[in-house]
């Protein structure tokens, strides 16, 4: 029963098969709606990738409603890749806010290819909905031949936004026929008809390809996240080819901006745990900015389906972001996954707690000097006054062949450990550092061991806001 003991209560998972990249985020009358990669048929051998849906109105109780964007056309034969939704204030035939969803069309034709410079196909497809559900026609609007000539075969996953005076905009992650990454910017009057803008580049190359572009804007500064793939080189990757990070982009300056470009020495890793790719961000009613990313990482050496589970992968919880006085990002996780808290427990402020489930929401403040959170003495969060470190003392086992992760920290004021069966985020400092993990812990009981100096260590118990739909 290890397959139903790691299901998940409060992170997006797929009830069978593959899930990866989350896509086309919105809120939309009210509705939260999160897609994402889905392969249902995985781990079958080119097992379809479309899109998977799944919808709430609290951010804490989801409902899956399967894959509902398949690759069913010639233009998307090897997936319907990932993508953006664009909420139509009052669009819909009834007044209500209808959504535009831009995707990449992913084509491999058979044959000797490099599947670089020859033999993929990118193509960008509208499909337009009046409610989030129910789905229009798929309409291309961009093939390889509409991007610039120095663009190598991958061009994918666009998002599409508008700017006040009413002009469309789409990124567009890209790899250059030299292998560098960048993103392409177009510009529309109307959404469907396109053209070349401008490129935005980092000074010094920085990659072979960006995934994944992002536009974030808070309290007015933008930001160009994205997914740079041949990090490996650097210090900093843990070895790991694709990395997920943020530029800020200089004072006054938009991703609209033709002269826009960004410094290679300025991008900040979202996370510096060992699973998190893709993220994706969107407003939402109350003019949050919130960011769901993949929990996983492609070509990891590490596993996340362990004693052949039928299903892989979670999403992050939703973190709502906040700009700092120095220009970085917070995240934190959004306030009502409070709802799933059960009644309140001490911890033990040194020394061991033994929770009921392997469900939890921990918070510890007022920490001061060295401090120590361990989970199942299998996982440790440790500060030794320096440096913050997520370490797996049983790495073969509970850790999946996941090691350590250290970071530099000058004081550790507080943590918050969201602990859902099989996947752990760690926030440090008001989300000033976050860190995504998966883990797969054997024992009943969660036990939690802390070790140093703080004025307070509670923990919740978690409920159950996804398995329903999952186990059904
Ligand atoms: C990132 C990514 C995207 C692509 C999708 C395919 O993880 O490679 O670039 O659209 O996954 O599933």
């Given at each position: 029963?290890?397959?139903?003991?790691?299901?998940?209560?409060?992170?997006?998972?797929?009830?069978?098969?593959?899930?990866?990249?989350?896509?086309?985020?919105?809120?939309?009358?009210?509705?939260?709606?999160?897609?994402?990669?889905?392969?249902?048929?995985w781990p079958q051998p080119?097992?379809?990738?479309?899109?998977?849906?799944?919808?709430?109105?609290?951010?804490?109780?989801?409902?899956?409603?399967?894959?509902?964007?398949?690759?069913?056309?010639?233009?998307?034969?090897?997936?319907?890749?990932?993508?953006?939704?664009?909420?139509?204030?009052?669009?819909?035939?009834?007044?209500?806010?209808?959504?535009?969803?831009?995707?990449?069309?992913n084509v491999k034709e058979?044959?000797?290819?490099?599947?670089?410079?020859?033999?993929?196909?990118?193509?960008?497809?509208?499909?337009?909905?009046?409610?989030?559900?129910?789905?229009?026609?798929?309409?291309?609007?961009?093939?390889?031949?509409?991007?610039?000539?120095?663009?190598?075969?991958?061009?994918?996953?666009?998002?599409?936004?508008?700017?006040?005076?009413?002009?469309?905009?789409?990124?567009?992650?890209?790899?250059?026929?030299?292998?560098?990454?960048?993103?392409?910017?177009?510009?529309?009057?109307?959404?469907?008809?396109?053209?070349?803008?401008?490129?935005?580049?980092?000074?010094?190359?920085?990659?072979?390809?960006?995934?994944?572009?992002?536009?974030?804007?808070?309290?007015?500064?933008?930001?160009?996240?994205?997914?740079?793939?041949?990090?490996?080189?650097?210090?900093?990757?843990?070895?790991?080819?694709?990395?997920?990070?943020?530029?800020?982009?200089?004072?006054?300056?938009?991703?609209?901006?033709?002269?826009?470009?960004?410094?290679?020495?300025?991008?900040?890793?979202?996370?510096?745990?060992?699973?998190?790719?893709?993220?994706?961000?969107?407003?939402?009613?109350?003019?949050?900015?919130?960011?769901?990313?993949?929990?996983?990482?492609?070509?990891?050496?590490?596993?996340?389906?362990?004693?052949?589970?039928?299903?892989?992968?979670?999403?992050?919880?939703?973190?709502?972001?906040?700009?700092?006085?120095?220009?970085?990002?917070?995240?934190?996780?959004?306030?009502?996954?409070?709802?799933?808290?059960?009644?309140?427990?001490?911890?033990?402020?040194?020394?061991?707690?033994?929770?009921?489930?392997?469900?939890?929401?921990?918070?510890?403040?007022?920490?001061?000097?060295?401090?120590f959170l361990t989970l199942?003495?299998?996982?440790?969060?440790?500060?030794?006054?320096?440096?913050?470190?997520?370490?797996?003392?049983?790495?073969?086992?509970?850790?999946?062949?996941?090691?350590?992760?250290?970071?530099?920290?000058?004081?550790?004021?507080?943590?918050?450990?969201?602990?859902?069966?099989?996947?752990?985020?760690?926030?440090?400092?008001?989300?000033?550092?976050?860190?995504?993990?998966?883990?797969?812990?054997?024992?009943?009981?969660?036990?939690?061991?802390?070790?140093?100096?703080?004025?307070?260590?509670?923990?919740?118990?978690?409920?159950?806001?996804?398995?329903?739909?999952?186990?059904?």
């Amino acid at each position: 029963m290890a397959d139903d003991r790691w299901r998940m209560g409060f992170h997006l998972m797929p009830p069978i098969g593959w899930l990866n990249d989350p896509n086309g985020l919105c809120q939309l009358n009210g509705v939260y709606h999160v897609f994402h990669q889905y392969s249902p048929d995985w781990p079958q051998p080119g097992a379809p990738r479309g899109w998977g849906h799944a919808t709430s109105t609290d951010l804490a109780h989801w409902e899956h409603h399967g894959m509902v964007i398949s690759p069913d056309t010639p233009d998307e034969a090897s997936g319907s890749y990932s993508g953006c939704a664009l909420v139509m204030p009052k669009a819909a035939p009834n007044g209500s806010d209808a959504v535009r969803f831009y995707y990449t069309g992913n084509v491999k034709e058979q044959g000797d290819f490099d599947y670089i410079l020859t033999g993929r196909r990118a193509t960008q497809i509208l499909i337009e909905s009046d409610d989030g559900f129910a789905m229009g026609d798929k309409q291309v609007l961009l093939r390889n031949a509409d991007y610039p000539a120095f663009c190598s075969c991958h061009v994918r996953d666009p998002k599409v936004w508008r700017d006040a005076d009413g002009t469309w905009w789409m990124i567009l992650g890209a790899r250059d026929v030299e292998s560098t990454g960048l993103v392409l910017v177009l510009r529309s009057k109307d959404g469907y008809t396109w053209e070349n803008a401008h490129q935005v580049r980092s000074d010094a190359p920085f990659g072979f390809m960006w995934e994944c572009p992002d536009r974030v804007v808070l309290d007015g500064n933008t930001y160009l996240s994205c997914c740079p793939q041949g990090m490996q080189a650097y210090p900093w990757s843990h070895g790991l080819r694709d990395q997920a990070g943020y530029f800020p982009l200089p004072a006054g300056c938009d991703l609209s901006d033709a002269d826009s470009a960004v410094r290679a020495d300025e991008f900040a890793l979202w996370d510096n745990g060992f699973d998190f790719y893709a993220p994706q961000t969107f407003t939402d009613a109350q003019g949050r900015t919130l960011l769901i990313a993949w929990m996983g990482m492609p070509e990891a050496p590490y596993v996340s389906a362990p004693n052949d589970l039928t299903w892989c992968h979670c999403l992050t919880v939703p973190r709502v972001l906040s700009r700092l006085e120095d220009g970085s990002i917070a995240q934190q996780p959004a306030p009502e996954l409070k709802v799933l808290r059960g009644e309140k427990v001490e911890l033990a402020g040194a020394g061991t707690s033994a929770l009921l489930e392997h469900r939890a929401d921990i918070e510890v403040d007022g920490i001061d000097g060295p401090f120590f959170l361990t989970l199942d003495d299998a996982l440790e969060i440790a500060y030794d006054g320096s440096a913050f470190t997520l370490r797996f003392l049983d790495i073969e086992g509970v850790g999946a062949g996941r090691t350590f992760r250290n970071s530099a920290l000058e004081a550790l004021h507080d943590l918050r450990v969201l602990v859902d069966d099989s996947a752990v985020e760690v926030f440090a400092n008001g989300g000033r550092l976050a860190l995504a993990t998966r883990w797969f812990p054997t024992a009943d009981a969660l036990r939690v061991s802390l070790e140093g100096t703080c004025s307070a260590a509670v923990a919740w118990p978690m409920g159950d806001g996804v398995r329903a739909t999952y186990t059904q």
